[in-house]
């Protein structure tokens, strides 16, 4: 079983930063995909990052484009996301999701950390 932990979420004003981190208990070899996703309440959850393990490819929101950067450390098994010019439409609960290589779909999720951006 997967277990992935994360970790830097807060309160933060807007314009300011975070860095969320995910750790996973995966051996990096195993992963395919590990990714961001977010979900404010009344709102599906929605895609925000994705980077490939092996070669380091990220992808990222339309929304997020320009402000977030995605990252991973394969010696600690963790992947980053770094949040900067946030704004009050970024605040949500933030889950790191990882796919593994053999893998269709994100089976294993954090349990998700909050993220308020007031104005």
């Known amino acids: 079983q997967v277990q992935l932990v994360e970790s830097g979420g807060g309160l933060v004003q807007a314009g300011g930063s975070l860095r969320l981190s995910c750790a996973t208990s995966?051996?990096?070899?195993?992963?395919?995909?590990m990714a961001w996703f977010r979900q404010a309440p009344g709102k599906e959850r929605e895609f925000v990052s994705v980077?490939?393990?092996?070669?380091?490819?990220?992808g990222y929101a339309d929304s997020v484009k320009g402000r977030f950067t995605i990252s991973r450390d394969n010696a600690k098994n963790t992947v980053y996301l770094q949040m900067n010019n946030l704004k009050p439409e970024d605040t949500a609960v933030y889950y790191c999701?990882?796919?593994?290589?053999?893998?269709?779909?994100?089976?294993?999720w954090g349990q998700g950390t909050q993220v308020t951006v007031s104005s």
């Open positions: 995966e051996r990096t070899s195993s992963i395919r995909t």
């Open positions: 980077i490939n393990w092996s070669s380091g490819t990220t």
């Open positions: 999701a990882a796919r593994l290589i053999s893998a269709t779909n994100f089976d294993y």
